[in-house]
């Protein structure tokens, strides 16, 4: 009996040993996430997600909606946390790589439909962010949107390494110096988190955006984006 009692004394010392946070310091902790969530939120809402994402008809960010190319239609991906067809078992790695590289998890090459060639830009703690919202932010929809088929040799994806060689830049946004900081905001919003020249910049054979041209208007399936240059006749 003394031996179990020793040993209770010892149990019940070590838990009284171990350091409990402050409830203030957890609150902040937790005041702190969100606010990350909620930037990853606007970051989202300045990127229009949701605008490509969701299908007419159905649940936010589920996917499913058709995106006409001259290849044939390309079906968006279901980018909510759900772990049977979504995002949820993405670590935050992988989902950099999807965004800026147009990777996926498995692997496979997504097509440039996605615009990865502007995301290559986001900076780290808007990935942050961003995973941060995705994850915590958005209701998941365990449904599988349409697959895309595109016809041969479009179909194999692989091919998008290739292109990816030719037409995506690496580099993060870099603010110039020479300008203000409303500026830089201004085109980060722009040419990368925005990324308006993916329907406002005309495409070359190969589908990559017309870089010296850029936002002087684009043709999007059945729709003409409108010249957004500063150009006072166009």
């Given amino acids: 009996r003394a031996w179990k009692l020793e040993l209770i004394a010892q149990v019940e010392a070590r838990i009284h040993a171990a350091p409990v946070p402050a409830p203030a310091a957890a609150a902040g ?3 702190a996430y969100r606010r990350v969530v909620a930037r990853g939120r606007y970051l989202a809402t300045a990127a229009d997600c949701v605008a490509c994402h969701t299908a007419p008809g ?3 960010m589920a996917g499913g909606l058709p995106i006409d190319s001259p290849f044939g239609k390309i079906f968006s991906s279901n980018i909510t946390p759900s772990r049977t067809h979504g995002i949820g078992n993405y670590s935050e790695a992988e989902f950099a790589r999807a965004v800026r590289e147009g990777v996926n998890a498995r692997g496979a090459h997504l097509y440039p439909a996605m615009p990865y060639t502007a995301y290559a830009g986001v900076a780290d703690g808007d990935i942050q962010a961003l995973y941060a919202y995705f994850m915590h932010g958005v209701a998941p929809v365990d449904t599988a949107p349409p697959a895309t088929q595109l016809a041969f040799p479009f179909s194999q994806r692989w091919l998008m390494f290739g292109w990816n060689l030719l037409f995506l830049d690496r580099q993060r946004f870099e603010a110039s110096a020479d ?3 409303q500026w830089n905001r201004g085109k980060y919003l722009v040419n990368t988190v925005g990324h308006c ?3 406002h910049s005309p495409r070359n054979v190969l589908m990559a955006e017309k870089q010296g041209l850029a936002l002087s208007g684009g043709q999007v ?3 003409r984006a409108p010249n957004i240059t500063s150009d006072p006749i166009s």
Avoid: E, F, V
């Fill in 58 to 60: 159905g649940r936010p």
């Fill in 221 to 223: 399936g059945p729709w």
């Fill in 179 to 181: 300008k203000s900081p």
């Fill in 29 to 31: 902790r937790d005041d």
């Fill in 197 to 199: 020249g993916a329907c």
